[in-house]
Each structure stands twice: as C-alpha cells, then as structure tokens.
C-alpha cells in the first residue's frame, strides 16, 4: 500500500519534528506539493516591541514548506528562502500557512507560502526553493 502525502508529513515528518510540535503547529490540509498549516501565537513568541518575533512567521511558513515539498514522497532540503513580513503579528493571533507550488522539476522546486491571520489579512510572503535528494521516505 502507497503512503498518502498526509502519511509522509505526519509520520515521516511531523512526528518527528519537535520544532513544529513546539510552536503548536496544526496540520489541516497535505496534499502532494501542498500543505495547509496553522498555528496560535503565544505570549513568549513576542520580541521588544510586544509582537510576535519575525522568527516565528518564518518558522510557520518554513514548516509548510518543508511539509508540501516533502510530500511527494521524496525527501527534499531548503536550497534557499526569503520573506516579506506585511504585518505585524499580535498575541493570540491565529495564522495559516498555505503553499502552492511554483514550478517543479526533477530535482528542483519552487514554493509560495502566504501567511495570514483570522481576519484573513496577510502578515508576510515567503518563497523557498528545495532539492530533491532522490532518497524516499521510509515510513
């Protein structure tokens, strides 16, 4: 029986990576090259001006990524990313990431992840490009 993309993130992945565990990450939707994550932002998540530390919108957004680009089946590693903060984040906040792939090739693929709140108001835009090591999940 083939794993599913949501059996690789979950079991493969996810279950293994304390991290994303740690920031409270939520796993709504996987599919293959896409993922739906989300999570709420806690006290202790915030920097010297009371919000939420850019670090943890990079890291939702990182997550997602790493979880649709992983969910071919095929183990894939961050090669490069970048990200715009749009707004900032408060304290109780509850933020989505959602991916959609850009372009895929036999090692190489692109990813967008947009970040938004509850009010559905984006906060940032990341783009990441991963390798494909031709290595399968064992699961």
Known sequence: MNPTPK???QSGMYDKDAFSQWLGINLVEIEQGYAKVSMTVRPEMTNGFGIAHGGITYS????AFAFASNSWGEQ???IETS???????????ILTA???MHNKSKRLAIYNVKITNQENKVVALFKGTVFHTGKQWEL
């Open 76 to 78: 894939a590693v961050s």
């Open 60 to 63: 939702l957004a990182d997550s």
């Open 83 to 93: 990200i715009s903060h749009t707004r900032p984040v408060q304290v109780a906040d």
């Open 98 to 100: 959602e991916t959609s």
């Open 7 to 9: 059996d690789i993130v």
